[in-house]
């Protein structure tokens, strides 16, 4: 089994950086598919961005698109989000998934506990 544990998450103001990290123990995730979700109060888990196998190929929702980067460092068994020009609406309780079934994200196969992120405006 991989354990993933998410870090970084915060209290930030609007306009704000911040940069999440998922590390992966157990087995290495560098032919893993990896993403990030997040979900709010009252709302449902939603995607955020995804990263294949490689780290070659990004996906991103619309509503980060231009402010969030994901990446994957195989050689540090670890993933990343790098969030700029937070707002409000981005609060909320991040997590990281790995699938290692596909060469895409395509479903989590293994979940972290998440990380709260909190933008105050």
């Known amino acids: 089994q991989v354990q993933l544990v998410e870090s970084g998450g915060g209290l930030v103001q609007a306009g704000d950086s911040l940069r999440l990290s998922c590390s992966a123990s157990g087995r290495t995730i560098s032919t893993y598919a990896m993403g990030w979700f997040r979900q709010a109060p009252g709302k449902e888990r939603e995607f955020v961005a995804g990263i294949n196998w490689s780290g070659s190929t990004t996906n991103y929702a619309n509503f980060v698109k231009g402010r969030f980067t994901i990446s994957k460092d195989n050689a540090k068994n670890t993933l990343y989000l790098e969030m700029n020009s937070l707002k409000p609406e981005d609060t909320a309780i991040y997590y990281c998934?790995?699938?290692?079934?596909?060469?895409?994200?395509?479903?989590?196969?293994?979940w972290g506990q998440g990380t709260q992120v909190t933008v105050s405006s």
């Open positions: 998934a790995a699938d290692a079934r596909h060469l895409d994200m395509v479903r989590g196969d293994y």
